[in-house]
T-cell receptor, first 115, second 114 residues
Framework: DAKTTQPPSMDCAEGRAANLPCNHS???????VYWYRQIHSQGPQYIIH???NNETNEMASLIITEDRKSSTLILPHATLRDTAVYYC????????????????FGKGTKLSVIP | DTGVSQNPRHKITKRGQNVTFRCDPI?????LYWYRQTLGQGPEFLTY????????KSRLLSDRFSAERPKGSFSTLEIQRTEQGDSAMYLC????????????FGPGTRLLVL
């Protein structure tokens, strides 16, 4: 899987949008970008994923650049409960019987939402 | 979905003892993964099952570690002769086989080896 680069930490004021960048310059054409977060002492929580197009769900928006070499996770109105480590992961598609598709986590970005 | 559950949530043991953790995946999820997470690091892959078959093991999984998934439902991870370096959070994730599979994680079992 391609490697990703994320800033080690970021701060965001409560109620403002949190924009978390991720660099994945060696991503392959069929690899997806996944975002997970991990609140202290809990298991990772899936947020969103995408291939080429921008994606939005009830938690966040994912903006992928046209060349797919970077992406941004947007939390539109950050709350104190969004304080967590956010992981950007690049992974290929799953094919039946073609091996495992484990997630390769880096160190992520520690987002602190400040009152 | 009731979510992935793991038991126990915390385990303290003495060096040299054996420990066993259990993971109950989301119903009908046919893939199950085990990860280990040490302090300050992201989770690292240990092993994976598709139904009851263990299809891949990481080099992190020493011969003291064994995992099973009888009948393709719950899974157990056993560590024999624990060492202090085994202290970590052990995470389980499950997913349904799909082109864009999404892994859903349990809360983890935190192991402390004294």
């Amino acid at each position: 899987d391609a490697k990703t680069t994320q800033p080690p930490s970021m701060d965001c004021a409560e109620g403002r949008a949190a924009n978390l960048p991720c660099n994945h310059s060696t991503i392959s054409g069929n690899e997806y970008v996944y975002w997970y977060r991990q609140i202290h002492s809990q298991g990772p929580q899936y947020i969103i994923h995408g291939l080429k197009n921008n994606e939005t769900n009830e938690m966040a928006s994912l903006i992928i650049t046209e060349d797919r070499k970077s992406s941004t996770l947007i939390l539109p109105h950050a709350t104190l409960r969004d304080t967590a480590v956010y992981y950007c992961i690049v992974r290929g598609p799953s094919y039946s019987g073609a091996g495992s598709y484990q997630l390769t986590f880096g160190k992520g970005t520690k987002l602190s939402v400040i009152p | 979905d009731t979510g992935v559950s793991q038991n126990p949530r915390h385990k303290i043991t003495k060096r040299g003892q054996n420990v066993t953790f259990r993971c109950d995946p989301i119903s009908e999820h046919n893939r199950l993964y085990w990860y280990r997470q040490t302090l300050g690091q992201g989770p690292e892959f240990l092993t994976y099952f598709q139904n009851e078959a263990q299809l891949e093991k990481s080099r992190l999984l020493s011969d003291r570690f064994s995992a099973e998934r009888p009948k393709g439902s719950f899974s157990t991870l056993e560590i024999q002769r624990t060492e202090q370096g085994d202290s970590a959070m052990y995470l389980c994730a499950s997913t349904r086989l799909a082109l864009q599979e999404t892994q859903y994680f349990g809360p983890g079992t935190r192991l402390l080896v004294l």
